[in-house]
């Protein structure tokens, strides 16, 4: 079986990559930039290629469907960079295709706030895709680098989907149906990216979660089984937006960044103002077993199992990550 | 035939690369920095991925040894990346695989000044490689990125061929033995270069040739055959050094950079400053016919022009822009 998890930001380990080996995790979309320039996001690329270079054992840069399918022959893990922001893009749409070259699959077009591109769902009113989003998103399809609506607010991601002329993925969210957070994304949305062939990675990421970190493995499960009602059982996947072994300080790196002097929880609030606890059936890369058996107990069939753990997100790959006319 | 000029730096035109596809080249070397910084470079290559986006018929980048065939099959040109100084990689050898992955394949130790990595041409001292030169030489060997030395001075181009474990490139440049400018090499590096399986390509820059602009077709292949003698008929090939329609102030930008407030007029002087006209036998990339008959009338046989005129350097990419364990 695949098994791609579609948006993680951990602590990157030795023993983090150790436990994706044994977890038989495939492919791994890692967020490389939240709020980075250019440059230093190249400097975030620099570290990961030092990893490369000391675990080839473990890990690779992926940069293609097929690189998932040579992880899963060869025991090892492929690496796929994203970005959460389009800020290593800055102002310069000619760093998309630098970017592409880079081996950068996946880009937020908003993390919380307001971007160039787009509004963040945590903005007041939402304005919708800007003239530079419009002419981004064309080059985004261009080069094969995915539109992720992941933090974006509801207008701006409709009409992301609408601009686009290649899917687009919500990499790490849940709907909101299931938990009304300002990050799950409404019936709308998740019908409107099925219909276009979008994918939806399920997060378990507990201010994602009903009832948070005691959410319940069979609530999670029936959460999926009735989205796939919605959205179609081709267009889902995992992406569990774990954040294994970070302090406290990254959260809050990812809430504020520099454009804050201010404390800003988020998600979280005033006594919760640090990552939650995840819920006891996804501590970390080896647990996926327990997510594909709450599956089984559900009823899903063997083949929608494998299609929801993996093949979903390997066939998005295949189709997405190379040039338009590729 | 294949055709393979390892060095031009045009003012880029559609003239200019529709000249290369009717002079049959079927890969081009291209200079993409001087003194530029890492971001003042990657800027460079999006100046080059919108040409290559709106001249597809034309021209792409070439990354591999395979992308020659390629161009040679479609009649197109395909364009490698390389730089003239090491100014891309600033102070930072993670830059050494970024770039490579960015689709570099040449780089300078020096131009002609004193670098982080070794000393330039024009230094009264030479002192050799640095420690930093030894790292990045190391980390290119790694990631196959081509170390050339053409325009450094003596001692360090005779320890980088030494330090290098794969062969190294002067990519432009004539033996000193033909005309003593500062910028030709001299027997003991050309020995060297050729023992240890590296690369001469011949210049056409006037200021490289004997008798300058004047120089005879037949001077410059007689040049050929003796430096065939001297370091083997497999390890020479072109690289011409054409800056076709540049304006003088290019050649001031090249000689000055940002490193002195006073002009400098390297290869020329105070009453000779811009770029010098080129051999009536080579003015633009549909002259490369002209060398292929002088060779022949040189008494070259078919096998030899073919190897000068492309094969060698073909086979040089095909090993040295991968991996080491590639």
């Not at 930001?9 to 994706?20: G, L, P, V």
């Not at 990893?51 to 097929?66: A, N």
């Amino acid at each position: 079986m695949y098994l791609i998890d579609n948006l993680q930001y951990a602590n990157w380990s030795e023993k983090i990559f150790r436990q994706m080996q044994e977890g038989g995790v495939t492919a791994v979309h890692v967020t490389i930039a939240y709020h980075e320039t250019f440059r230093e996001t190249v400097a975030n690329v620099e570290t990961w290629n030092r990893w490369f270079e000391r675990l080839p054992e473990l890990i690779f840069h992926g940069r293609t469907g097929d690189d998932v399918r040579r992880a899963k022959t060869e025991g090892r893990t492929a690496i796929f960079f994203g970005f959460q922001n389009p800020s290593p893009i800055e102002d310069d749409i000619g760093l998309v295709e630098i970017w592409h070259s880079l081996g950068a699959r996946f880009m937020q077009l908003t993390y919380n706030n307001q971007s160039l591109l787009a509004t963040g769902c945590y903005e007041a009113d939402d304005s919708g895709v800007t003239r530079m989003g419009r002419q981004v998103i064309r080059e985004m399809n261009r080069v094969g680098l995915v539109v992720d609506m992941s933090h974006s607010a509801e207008r701006s991601t409709l009409e992301a989907i609408e601009i686009s002329e290649r899917p687009i993925a919500i990499t790490h969210a849940n709907p909101a149906f299931w938990h009304p957070a300002r990050r799950n994304k409404s019936d709308d949305v998740l019908r409107a990216l099925g219909q276009t062939g979008g994918m939806l990675g399920f997060s378990m990421y507990p201010h994602h979660l009903k009832d948070k970190s005691d959410c319940t493995l069979a609530s999670f499960c029936e959460m999926i089984a009735r989205t796939a009602d919605l959205m179609g059982i081709d267009n889902i996947g995992l992406g569990s937006d774990l954040c294994q072994d970070q302090p406290d300080s990254v959260v809050e790196w990812m809430r504020v960044g520099r454009w804050s002097k201010e404390i800003n929880y988020g998600e979280g609030s005033a006594s919760d103002a640090g990552f939650p606890p995840m819920p006891n059936w996804f501590e970390d890369n080896r647990h996926f077993g327990n997510i594909a058996a709450g599956l089984m107990e559900h009823g899903f069939s063997e083949a929608d199992i494998a299609a929801v753990m993996g093949e979903n997100w390997l066939r998005f790959y295949d189709y997405n990550f190379g040039p338009a006319d590729g």
